[in-house]
């Protein structure tokens, strides 16, 4: 906030008289009324000499740090969108501040409200879990390019059994979120836990009820090991959700709902695993192995993928062949306008992500995720060089 201070001549008659000027004079610039503020300027109410020329002078400070704030705000970077990918983007922000004047401001409200505010031109950039297609890109006049690799995994609160203990399939994953399984102590887990004293309790199932790509690589993959999942429930930000599973906003509720209902089971972004000491579970994957989250098997994964031998990036990446994979892999993408409204601001984003690729790859496993591998990264720059400004000129980053 800018503060000016005036000091009128002395007298109750020029003091009301300068506050009505001044309290019309704010108004008008809190509404952008320009016919107004040029009233208030050119047509100062009627005193003395000395008196309008305070008011004028009163006015231009106004419109001087009124503009200059408006300035300062418009100068910092915006986004939204994955909470998977904040961790990095705050990681590579707080470093990239150090060295240069732009503040980064990003906001994890889920990969469905990012891509929205990016087709709507709210943000700078926004974030997702999940590739746009072709065609949503073309339509809305939009490119992507991945940032990092994470993955999803099942979390659970089992009292008695510790983490990465039990070990399940996406066969049984979704049954339990279909309720068709509704015991821990069903037959089928306990058929692949011999040895594990499973509680004969019912499984509490909690869920995402917004908008996620956490969501949407989660029942991709759900949907790849069952059949009656994909025809009932298919993949998407959104699920119509069985009534028996309790639904929480986003995965720091999901989180904290975990935390406090015993013999309950859910699945979030890896980040959170690490950030709140969360139990997880093995699964099984493509080749048959029961397998832990993490870098390693996320990196494994990406290996068996097209992101590796093409760069391929609009590749899903769960269920993955390999001995090491985790089965529920995942990219994460950042998505901004083809055409550039503002192009300095434009230009900021691509010259941030530059840095972070160039610059911010050792932070990258830092936050327990997996960087791109170079073929994926020359993929992203070449996506990068297609914004353009409104007259068609391609960007140039070192101009800002």
């Not at 994979?325 to 984003?349: C, E, R």
Request: proline share 4%.
């Amino acid at each position: 906030m800018i503060m000016v201070s005036l000091s009128p001549p002395n007298g109750s008659e020029a003091t009301g008289t300068l506050r009505c000027a001044i309290h019309h004079a704010v108004i008008s610039l809190r509404n952008n009324n320009d016919a107004e503020i040029q009233s208030c300027f050119f047509n100062p109410p009627a005193t003395n000499y000395n008196m309008q020329r305070i008011i004028q002078l009163f006015i231009i400070s106004c419109l001087f740090a009124f503009f200059s704030s408006a300035a300062a705000i418009a100068a910092d970077v915006t986004g939204a969108g994955s909470s998977a990918a904040a961790p990095l983007y705050k990681k590579w922000a707080e470093h990239y501040e150090t060295k240069n004047s732009v503040s980064i401001d990003y906001q994890p409200l889920g990969s469905s409200t990012g891509i929205k505010q990016i087709k709507a031109k709210t943000v700078d950039f926004g974030a997702s879990d999940v590739a746009l297609s072709a065609e949503d890109l073309k339509s809305h006049q939009l490119i992507e390019f991945p940032s990092a690799i994470s993955g999803v995994v099942p979390i659970v609160n089992v009292p008695g059994i510790k983490s990465g203990e039990i070990k399940l399939t996406g066969e049984i994953l979704a049954a339990i979120f279909s309720r068709r399984i509704q015991q821990w102590n069903d037959a089928e887990i306990a058929a692949i836990n011999p040895g594990l004293r499973l509680p004969e309790k019912a499984i509490e199932v909690l869920v995402r009820s917004d908008g996620s790509g956490t969501t949407y690589n989660f029942t991709d993959y759900l949907g790849k090991l069952s059949a009656d999942w994909k025809s009932a429930y298919g993949k998407n930000f959104t699920i119509a959700w069985h009534k028996d599973l309790t639904q929480v906003k986003g995965s720091s509720s999901v989180v904290a709902s975990l935390k406090k209902t015993p013999y309950s089971i859910s699945y979030v972004d890896y980040n959170y695993v690490i950030q709140d000491k969360l139990d997880v579970v093995q699964l099984k994957n493509r080749s048959g192995k029961f397998v832990l989250p993490g870098a390693s098997s996320f990196l494994a994964a990406l290996d068996a993928s097209a992101w590796k031998s093409s760069g391929n990036f609009e590749e899903m990446l769960t269920d993955k062949s390999g001995s090491h994979t985790w089965p529920i892999t995942m990219g994460t993408f950042v998505v901004m306008q083809k055409i550039a409204v503002d192009p300095k601001k434009a230009s900021m984003v691509l010259k941030f992500f530059t840095w972070a690729f160039m610059s911010g790859d050792h932070l990258v496993h830092s936050v327990d995720l997996v960087r791109l591998p170079d073929q994926v990264q020359a993929r992203a720059f070449r996506e990068m060089t297609t914004i353009s400004d409104t007259k068609g000129n391609p960007l140039k980053w070192d101009k800002w």
